[in-house]
């Protein structure tokens, strides 16, 4: 079974810094998509950045980017230039390229420090 | 922009009581998902749908959980006797495909059993 690990369940970032969330997952699908979604205290999930297991290019978006270890099975996602509405909690999560169904880990609360 | 839209955004309800929660996803999407959020924890994922039919689900989605699109445009998650541990955020979510594409999700249905 696909497993999804957040270790840090809270993080907290001055303004225009920047700062890096890790997640951490286990598979023993070749064929698969990992992905971070931002939940605001509106509780809406929103896609932040997606990431195809057989690219090796780091996917980027504007601010955000991943690092995608594959032999390590981290994808971690850096934020750079903080934002104030950068605060909210941040899954990643896990796609299965068979199925779609997603699993999440558990979430990282990233507070944005003015 | 098209969009995921649950209904209603909280319901209260007795335990034991029957509950429907309702979602309209985006008209050309195939893949249907139910996702659940106890407060304060990750969201997990309950079922999901294609073709009429449910393709996968979790141990969380037993014999009191049921999902149905009716019509073509609505596709609704039904718990028949509802428990307290039923309280819960509950998300929608639909895609064009499986695998890397990206899930939109409703905003949520906030569901509290008392």
């Known amino acids: 079974a696909q497993t999804v690990t957040q270790s840090q369940p809270e993080m907290s970032v001055q303004e225009a810094e920047t700062v890096t969330l890790s997640c951490t997952y286990d598979?023993?699908?070749?064929?698969?998509?990992l992905f971070w979604y931002k939940q605001p205290p509106s509780r809406q999930m929103i896609l932040v950045i997606r990431q195809e297991a057989y690219k090796q290019q780091n996917a980027t978006e504007n601010r955000f980017s991943v690092n995608f270890q594959k032999a390590a099975k981290s994808f971690s996602l850096k934020i750079s230039d903080s934002q104030l509405g950068d605060a909210a909690m941040y899954f990643c999560a896990y796609g299965s390229g068979n199925t779609g169904k997603l699993i999440f880990g558990q979430g990282t609360t990233l507070q944005v420090k003015p | 922009e098209p969009e995921v839209t649950q209904t209603p955004s909280h319901q209260v309800t007795q335990m034991g009581q029957e509950v429907i929660l309702r979602c309209v996803p985006i008209?050309?999407?195939?893949?249907f998902y139910w996702y659940r959020q106890i407060l304060g924890q990750k969201v997990e994922f309950l079922v999901s749908?294609?073709?009429?039919?449910?393709?996968?689900k979790s141990e969380i989605f037993d014999d009191q959980f049921s999902v149905e699109r009716p019509d073509g445009s609505n596709f609704t998650l039904k718990i028949r006797s509802t428990k307290l541990e039923d309280s819960a955020m509950y998300f929608c979510a639909s895609s064009l495909s499986r695998g890397g594409t990206e899930a939109f999700f409703g905003q949520g249905t906030r569901l509290t059993v008392v």
């Open positions: 598979t023993s699908e070749s064929d698969y998509y």
């Open positions: 008209s050309n999407h195939l893949y």
């Open positions: 749908f294609y073709n009429n039919e449910i393709s996968e």
